[in-house]
């Protein structure tokens, strides 16, 4: 065939395909207009309850749902008592503290910082990223100097606390490393948030897995895994084996099951029934996600029973237990 035909008929066939395209067999986008004037915030876990109240102190004034999320995960940060977010963390098997982060927006504006040491809030440092720099995200020593540079300062406290001290320095004699369900070693707070003008924002902070390998860095600050937003379906956050999340983009394939339809609480058990069909590795590991349309539906599902969620709006301030898969005793 010469090549003056070829291209004629690839115009042909071109135009064909124009007259007659194939009829899409997915539904139609779940783009139904977001809720207005009825402020709502969930998070993960119980450390959620006191999230959700700083959270609180600004969508009940009228403000937007970005500085909410920002303002409640930096509660649980700042408090040293926690041992899986912020710098009262358990530290990495060298024995070193390392923080994740991420922030996003209605509009897909994110930020992420990862491997972050010394800094009290890293969700600060996310949202700074976000708003000052080009990119999304900065890790490890990088990221603390840029930090440093920019307004932030180291803690003036002894990292790891003395109590996660103590208990590395016993971890170290047997050096075990297990990721039991519900075992507070890897239980991130992650955040959602709809203000009164009908807009998103989500927070998901950690200082990771206790004892992990140096280095390591888990779903809580890649947008699409730990969370994700999108401002004309919703958005969706994950908590517990962070690996399971990457390994499935999870939050952002929670978020494409509300788009095509679902229930908050219906995409939640997609992906975890996806996590488990394709993951079996992950008998023995907690793996939950939450969720939230624009409608204000929320939802949850998890691998394990235990997993819960805190969830506050003008009538409601309480913790819900999430469905789940398997049972573990």
């Known amino acids: 065939m010469s090549r003056r035909r070829f291209i004629k008929n690839l115009g042909l066939a071109g135009a064909g395909l124009a007259i007659n395209p194939l009829k899409s067999k997915t539904q139609p986008p779940n783009l139904t207009p977001p809720v207005k004037n009825n402020p709502l915030v969930i998070s993960t876990w119980i450390h959620?309850?006191?999230?959700?109240?700083?959270?609180?102190?600004?969508?009940?004034?009228?403000?937007?749902?970005?500085?909410?999320?920002?303002?409640?995960v930096a509660v649980t940060e700042n408090d040293l008592n926690n041992r899986s977010v912020g710098l009262g963390g358990r530290p990495?098997?060298?024995?070193h503290v390392t923080l994740d982060a991420c922030i996003m927006d209605h509009d897909s504006r994110c930020g992420a910082v990862a491997f972050l040491e010394e800094i009290?809030?890293?969700?600060?440092?996310?949202?700074?990223?976000?708003?000052?720099?080009?990119?999304?995200?900065?890790?490890?020593?990088?990221a603390q100097q840029w930090a440093l540079e920019n307004?932030?300062?180291k803690a003036s406290f002894q990292v790891p606390v003395p109590p996660v001290q103590k208990d590395y320095e016993e971890w170290r004699i047997k050096s075990e490393y297990k990721t039991g369900v519900n075992v507070e070693n890897h239980d991130t707070i992650g955040m959602l948030a709809l203000d009164?003008?009908?807009?998103?924002?989500?927070?998901?902070?950690?200082?990771?897995?206790a004892y992990k390998i140096r280095g390591r860095v888990g779903?809580?600050?890649?947008?699409?895994?730990?969370?994700?937003?999108?401002?004309?379906?919703?958005?969706?956050?994950a908590t517990g084996v962070g690996e399971a999340m990457i390994r499935t983009a999870g939050s952002s394939a929670v978020v494409?099951?509300?788009?095509?339809?679902?229930?908050?609480?219906?995409?939640?058990?997609?992906i975890v029934q996806r996590i488990l069909k394709k993951h079996p590795g992950v008998d023995g590991m907690q793996v939950g996600f939450l969720a939230m349309n624009m409608q204000g539906e929320t939802g949850g599902y998890s691998v394990y029973n235990g997993f819960n969620y805190a969830l506050r709006n003008k009538g409601q301030n309480e913790m819900i237990d999430a469905k789940y898969m398997r049972t573990w005793e």
């Open 48 to 72: 959620g309850m006191e999230a959700n109240a700083g959270a609180w102190e600004i969508l009940s004034n009228g403000g937007n749902a970005l500085d909410a999320v920002q303002k409640g």
């Open 92 to 95: 990495d098997r060298d024995g």
């Open 120 to 142: 009290i809030h890293p969700i600060d440092v996310a949202r700074a990223i976000m708003d000052k720099t080009p990119h999304v995200m900065l890790v490890g020593k990088g």
């Open 196 to 209: 009164a003008n009908g807009r998103m924002a989500g927070a998901c902070t950690t200082s990771g897995m």
């Open 256 to 270: 494409e099951s509300m788009r095509r339809g679902a229930s908050p609480e219906e995409a939640c058990y997609d």
């Open 219 to 237: 779903d809580s600050p890649i947008i699409g895994a730990g969370l994700f937003i999108d401002g004309d379906v919703g958005g969706a956050t």
């Open 151 to 153: 307004g932030f300062t």
